[in-house]
């Protein structure tokens, strides 16, 4: 009697799964023609935005592969480095000219160097000042600025400034001066490759290191991942002009610092502060947002029609990821996006930033 009463709830139980599935499949209808076509633009949006994987720092984000590099700056093992995209024709025009004129503003030119052809120059200069400040002794001496510029990539331009002191000799210049200028720069100048420019090589844009180690605009630094590094990168996209992207890295938030969600957007009576008290932004959405392990939080806001400023911070402060659309001079009217475009492009973007390794 117990098999025949499981052998009917089976049977029972088979009749009523099968009516179940038919059911189902009675009510679910096909996606229709306009439904696919709105899935698949959502999809090929989502791909736009993210058809590229882009490093800077030890962390990367994926952004849309039509880009170009932005200014940006770096400090690396205790040197600040200024990076200018497509800009090393340039730098080398400017140097030439400082040589030639015989000064840079009120800085007297004393050397130009060519460290490695068509890679790497040396410009030194000689700060205005006296050999003797007897009312401020802790500057007595000669301020030489030694800046280090190189190429990376077809034409970005980077540099390294290095201060070299001189120290008066009875009040006045040290009878052996131009050999001490000469040492002291040639010093300086060791400093610059061996803690940073002879580590460097060059890295297309689109490559991603598989090791430890620092991306910069079209460079790479190796390292053991431990070495100090703190510095912004700066992308524009090429098909949409008022659209900035920026992400900083290796920073920290100072003892008293307010986390995101906490705090001002700008520094009180800034320039941007006094632009956004005048023109009412108003926040879209703002709260906690945990992205790939690292908590965080988000704040968008809009102001004057179509202007977006959104930012994610870390909550150590160690990663800040920053858009902006409709921002730039051209865009008088602000983005040709839509507040719901903009937010999709975000949406897309931002789920992507990890560490590398």
């Known amino acids: 009697m117990p098999k025949m009463k499981c052998s009917r709830l089976m049977f029972y139980s088979t009749i009523l799964t099968s009516v179940m599935l038919s059911s ?22 989502a791909t736009y935005w993210t058809e590229q994987p882009f490093c800077s720092g030890r962390y990367q984000i994926n952004l849309p592969s039509n880009r170009i590099s932005g200014t ?26 400082v ?19 068509n890679k790497a120059i040396v410009s030194v200069t000689q700060a205005s000042a006296s050999w003797d400040s007897p009312l401020l002794t802790q500057v007595n001496g000669m301020l030489y600025n030694v800046d280090f510029s190189f190429k990376l990539g077809k034409n970005d331009a980077y540099t390294v400034r290095a201060f070299v002191r001189i120290m008066p000799v009875n009040g006045k210049a040290p009878p052996n001066l131009k050999q001490l200028e000469k040492s002291k720069v040639n010093e300086a100048i060791g400093q610059i490759r061996n803690d940073f420019f002879d580590k460097l090589r060059d890295r297309k844009d689109t490559e991603i290191p598989q090791q430890q180690g620092v ?19 700066g992308i524009k996209i090429k098909d949409y002009q008022d ?38 932004y108003s926040t879209i959405r703002k709260g906690k947002r945990n992205i790939n392990g690292m908590t965080g939080s988000e704040k968008l806001v809009k102001w004057q029609g179509n202007r977006y400023l959104f930012i994610w911070e870390k909550d150590d402060g160690s990663v800040r990821f920053k858009m902006t659309f409709g921002t730039n001079k ?28």
Request: some cysteine; hydrophobic content about 35%; charged content about 30%.
């Open 243 to 280: 659209v900035y992207a920026e992400l900083t890295t290796g920073g920290s938030l100072e003892e008293g610092d307010k986390l995101l969600l906490e705090r001002d957007l700008f520094t009180k009576d800034s320039a941007l502060d006094k632009l956004f008290s005048w023109a009412k």
């Open 330 to 357: 051209k865009n008088a009217k602000g983005s040709p996006l839509s507040e719901k475009e903009a937010l999709t492009a975000w949406d897309a973007i931002l789920p992507t930033l990890k560490k590398r390794l």
């Open 215 to 233: 991306c910069l605009t079209e460079g790479f630094i190796a390292d053991k991942g431990t070495e100090p590094f703190f510095g912004s990168a």
């Open 72 to 97: 940006g700056w770096l400090k690396y093992n205790g040197w600040q480095i200024r990076v200018r995209p497509d800009y090393w024709n340039l730098e080398v025009e400017s140097e030439l000219e």
């Open 99 to 117: 040589k030639e004129k015989g000064y840079n503003g009120s800085d007297r030119f004393i050397e130009y160097r060519t460290i490695i052809p």
């Open 24 to 45: 189902c499949s009675q009510h679910t209808q096909p996606l229709s023609a306009v439904e696919k076509t709105a899935s698949n633009h959502a999809q090929n949006v």
